[in-house]
């Protein structure tokens, strides 16, 4: 396996660390905010990547997928939150769960900012091309990594944060039978992330990188990126 490729890997997941690490820090403070301080009393509602870190879904796999597959699937730590603490635990839990993939969008505004930021410094300090040019991917990178992490939370599949939100909006009665469903949700997204692959047949997840490619380029437009 080449040095490169290995470099790839390690910078993939490196970017992969720091914007889970937004998206449970956005978690753990909107729970706070509504209520629900075990987060935060556990520590969890910090910026501080450790924290958040499962040694499997963070690390591992995440890298394992990045030396092999050319994609990954990881996860952080889940935010632990107490409905009882909160007033309205069935709605104040979609919130919480929406805050992640929120977070995630909002930094991919804020990596965009910091391009254009780059692109005006630039023209004032001694910089080698290539460096330049490595930086630049960087932060592109991080965006649209930030953006398919929002879009495929939002999958109506536990653990997800898409399965708080939908459940969060359906009446009462239609909420405790989507709940049911709860633990087919691993098994589905596994069959999705896998079988495709091996009977070699199109992927619906692919779907949700061309939504994530077509959200960040319409973010990059609007605040004037590409």
């Known amino acids: 396996m080449s040095p490169e490729r290995i470099y790839y890997a390690i910078l993939t997941v490196t970017q992969f660390i720091i914007l889970l690490t937004f998206h449970e820090w956005g978690h753990a403070k909107s729970a706070n905010m ?3 301080s075990t987060a935060r009393d556990e520590g969890r509602m910090s910026l501080n990547p450790a924290v958040h870190i499962d040694p499997i879904g963070t690390l591992f796999l995440p890298l394992i997928g990045s030396l092999f597959g050319g994609g990954f699937f990881g996860w952080a730590k889940p935010v632990p939150v107490n409905p009882y603490n909160l007033k309205n635990p069935r709605f104040d839990i979609m919130l919480i769960a929406a805050a992640g ?3 995630n969008i909002l930094l991919t505004i804020v990596i965009f900012y910091i391009i254009l930021l780059y692109e005006f ?3 004032f300090i001694s910089i080698e091309p290539k ?3 490595a930086i630049l991917i960087f932060l592109r990178r991080s965006a649209l990594i930030s953006v398919f992490l929002a ?3 939002m999958l109506p599949l536990f653990p997800l944060d898409g399965f708080s939100v939908v459940n969060g909006l359906l009446p009462e009665r239609a909420s405790r039978e989507f709940s049911k469903l709860a633990p087919y949700g691993m098994p589905i997204l596994m069959l999705l992330l896998f ?3 091996i009977l070699n047949v199109y ?3 692919q779907l949700i990188a061309e939504i994530s490619y077509a959200i960040n380029n319409g973010l990059g ?3 004037g990126v590409f």
Do not use: A, C, Q, R
Request: net charge neutral; no cysteine; charged share 10%.
């Open 131 to 133: 460096t330049n040019v």
């Open 203 to 205: 992927n619906p997840l």
């Open 34 to 36: 509504l209520g629900d």
């Open 121 to 123: 410094l630039v023209g």
């Open 101 to 103: 993939p929120v977070m």
């Open 195 to 197: 079988v495709p692959s």
């Open 151 to 153: 879009i495929f939370n």
């Open 221 to 223: 437009k609007i605040i």
